[in-house]
């Protein structure tokens, strides 16, 4: 590890979307490289149980992106010695209703992806952001999507929320020159988690079949380390974007 990077022992983190899958992942890497974790979504018996198995320690924060008013009192809802956050990784997201003609998608649903993936990431964003300004010093890690630059049929609504965080990540990136903070962006292709069966209101069956069908996929554990990796950079090199495919 790089003695100069942003994640080093004590640094403070914040992973959204950490109840399971990446977000869950993510947090068990930046742990054990000594970062003090802070552990966000809505399932708080979950996080409560990956925080115990940290190797340093962590926050269980209950935490719906979605919810305007729990993002814009998120700093306020944290103990005084967890606010100065240096990294963090907006992760989490969902698809529901999708793999399905836009024609025939539930409007609900579409607001609720929207929501999530966009306005919510955009929210924590903007909450942590100032603290870091402050400080001249912090890092943000976006996990996006190959479908950030990729279109496919079927996937219009996930789609349009992952082109929308690849050109707020480009701008904010661009917006922060010269003033210490980094702001970078992870790419994966299909990852086995428990996103699939969500899409599909619990569908286990369907997203076994799903995940069978794509053949080889990535695990939230080669995310966790992209993000490790992006993060141990030198202060003077900022990885933009960080495609991940399965081979």
Excluded at 12 to 26: E, F, H, N, R, Y
Excluded at 99 to 126: C, H, K, M, W, Y
Excluded at 175 to 186: D, Q
Excluded at 205 to 223: I, K, M
């Amino acid at each position: 590890m790089n003695d100069t990077a942003i994640l080093r022992p004590g640094a403070v983190a914040l992973v959204t979307g950490a109840s399971a899958g990446i977000g869950g992942a993510v947090a068990e890497a930046l742990s054990a490289r000594g970062a003090r974790v802070i552990c966000a979504a809505r399932r708080l018996e979950r996080l409560r149980d990956l925080v115990e198995a940290l190797s340093t320690p962590g926050l269980a924060l209950e935490l719906d992106v979605a919810d305007g008013a729990s993002t814009r009192e998120l700093i306020e809802r944290l103990p005084a010695d967890w606010r100065q956050i240096d990294i963090l990784v907006n992760n989490a997201g969902h698809d529901l209703g999708g793999r399905s003609p836009f024609q025939d998608r539930e409007p609900a649903d579409i607001q609720a992806v929207i929501e999530t993936n966009v306005a919510g990431l955009l929210q924590v964003t903007r909450a942590v952001l100032p603290g870091m300004h402050e400080r001249g010093r912090g890092h943000i890690v976006n996990v996006g999507s190959v479908n950030g630059f990729e279109w496919a049929a079927d996937s219009t609504v996930y789609v349009a929320s992952k082109f929308a965080v690849h050109g707020f990540t480009a701008s904010l990136r661009q917006e922060l020159t010269g003033s210490g903070l980094r702001v970078s962006e992870i790419m994966p292709g299909t990852v086995r988690t428990e996103f699939a069966a969500a899409r599909w209101r619990g569908d286990e069956a369907r997203a076994g079949a799903f995940y069978e069908s794509r053949g080889a996929v990535l695990s939230p554990v080669d995310v966790a380390e992209a993000t490790v990796f992006v993060l141990e950079r030198p202060p003077h090199v900022n990885i933009s974007d960080l495609v991940l495919r399965p081979a």
